[in-house]
């Protein structure tokens, strides 16, 4: 898992030619005028997920894992807690295909904070349970990288 500020996404660039591609339009685009729901990069290697809502309790969320897509996760406006661990130390359910998910259980977790301007790399073993409360609810603007791995 990486955590940092877009204004640093040229550090990240030499991860994958995906990656550099996902962080080149978050930094790039004018995120306020995207429309919620899908807007294509690189056809199906690379796509944006856009979404606005409001964070919520651990007790109302679940874990979850990737097999063919790294995301990066970019907090647009708000703040956000991100829970993440290893994957290989959770319980995890059957793999779906079709959606690309495992839903996993565990309490080995750690948490990051992302505010305006921040972004996580999530990788395949890297379980995680985005969208969390803080110190309150916020209002999230979020744009989920989707790269998918050869």
Do not use: C
Request: net charge negative; proline share 5%.
């Amino acid at each position: 898992m990486v955590h940092d500020h877009i204004k640093y996404a040229s550090e990240y660039f030499n991860l994958s030619g995906g990656i550099r591609a996902a962080l080149e339009f978050l930094a790039t685009s004018d995120l306020a005028a995207l429309a919620p729901g899908r807007h294509d990069v690189r056809g199906n290697e690379v796509f944006a997920l856009v979404s606005d809502y409001r964070t919520r309790t651990p007790a109302e969320a679940f874990w979850e894992a990737h097999r063919r897509h790294v995301d990066v996760q970019f907090v647009h406006r708000g703040l956000e807690r991100i829970a993440y661990g290893d994957l290989a130390l959770f319980d995890a359910a059957p793999y779906d295909a079709e959606r690309d998910l495992i839903v996993a259980t565990g309490e080995s977790g750690r948490y990051v904070e992302v505010g305006p301007g921040g972004f996580v790399i999530l990788f395949p073993h890297d379980v995680h349970m985005p969208g969390l409360t803080g110190h309150r609810q916020e209002a999230v603007r979020k744009v989920v990288m989707k790269v998918r791995l050869p």
